[in-house]
């Protein structure tokens, strides 16, 4: 598409494909498919309002990502009141001692259930590097943070996501328990 | 894309397990009607369109016009893009089930309604003198909370409905009456009912976040749509539809 497309039509070529990523990871940071939605449309409507300032030919679907966490942050303010994330020690000693094997024989719904439980800040980063496939520096770029950051939030909350999943596959009688793990 | 090459086997296998499951969300059809309508309605602020005065001044005419046919509550999203996003719910429902769930959509869905419920007095005188008794029986089958926002008679696709319309919060239940057109009947559509309560079979049927629950009088399709949970929503109409139907069958039309 050239510079002088008109914008409408670049607009509809660039950004409304990338639709369906928005909408999913809005569904998983968010947790509700309603605030999702609500989350999306702003996401769009200001894609389209400072559409004049992004360059043709750079990353439109990254832009778009960059501006639905700028979204989710101002809304978490007024919906949530996360507790900041305590990345301290003790949380590490506590959660991240032992790296569980993926079990298999889940179901989707049970890995996005486990996705879920992880905190707010791992599960971003987890989003966007795993399921997203955006580079490290990408991702640093679209969440604001530094890129070593993206790396060890998303080695602690793959890690968190694989204690989720162990203790899914343990309720259903298809999993061993850590000790049996280490043990093997 | 990444080039994590620090990716071990299990690691691996759970960006593969997490990719399918994260894709396996979808998104509703209408959002790419609402995000398209929010589009073109703040285009009058959009910054290519000043470049030229009469433009400006045109796109002005057209926000005040959105401005009061939304006011007017005629205008939600484009009536273009209303009637896609209907086909779009509909296409999942059996024909005769299509009758009362556009109704719906067009004349509940799609339209903005006032702080407050209006008085009874007021919303009742709305609607057909024979049908104003329905009123009562449906006031006193909806769960708890629900609240008679509109009465009236409406048209949608050319057919003539009876709509009462009513909110609880963010929740829209419809009941909705067509007159029967050339041998119309649940039957004859072979549907079949998803049970059967003193002596009236109940049919149902879903599409996305609308429950139908519908049964028939001697001369009329009836409809209660909702936002309820689906065996709620049938709850409700199976309090409702004996006294509904007593009614409606002695109705001289």
Sequence with gaps: MTEGAPAAHRFETEAMPHLNDIFRTATRVLGERGRAEDVVQEVYLQAWKSFDRFEPGTNCRAWLFKILFHCVNHHRRKWFRFPLLKENEEFLEVNLTYSPPVPDHLTDQEILAALEKIPGDFRSVVLMVDVEEFAYKEAADILQIPIGTVMSRLSRGRKLLREQLVDVARSYGIARTAEEGQGA | ?253
């Design chain 2, 1 to 253: 894309m990444s080039m994590d090459m620090n990716l071990n086997e299990e690691d691996l296998k759970l960006r593969q397990q997490l990719q399918r499951a994260a894709r396996s969300t979808e998104v509703p059809p209408y959002l790419e009607y609402k995000i398209r309508a929010s589009i073109r309605g703040s285009e009058a602020r959009h910054p290519f369109q000043f470049r030229y005065r009469w433009m400006a001044a045109a796109a002005l005419g057209l926000a005040v016009f959105g401005g009061i046919a939304y006011q007017l509550n005629q205008l939600r999203l484009t009536a273009s893009s209303q009637e896609s996003y209907i086909a779009s719910v509909s296409n999942h429902v059996a024909s005769i089930m299509r009758v009362g769930l556009g109704d719906h959509l067009h004349c509940s869905y799609f339209r903005k309604y006032p702080k407050d419920a209006p008085k009874l007095e007021a919303i009742e005188e709305k609607l057909p003198a024979p049908y104003r008794g329905m009123v009562p029986i449906v006031r006193k089958h909806v769960p708890a909370g629900f609240q008679l926002m509109i009465t009236h008679e409406c048209g949608f696709h050319g057919r003539k409905f009876v709509h009462l319309s009513l909110k609880r919060n963010a929740e829209l239940l419809s009941v909705v009456l067509a007159v029967k057109q050339d041998g119309e009947s649940f039957k004859t559509e072979e549907l079949i009912p998803a049970l059967s309560e003193a002596g009236i079979p109940f049919y149902q049927s879903g599409a996305q976040r609308f429950q139908i629950a519908a049964f028939e009088s001697d001369r009329h399709l009836i409809y209660v749509i909702s936002d309820l949970p689906q065996a709620q929503n049938m709850r409700t109409m199976t309090a409702m539809a004996p006294e509904l139907k007593d009614y409606l069958n002695k109705l001289a039309l």
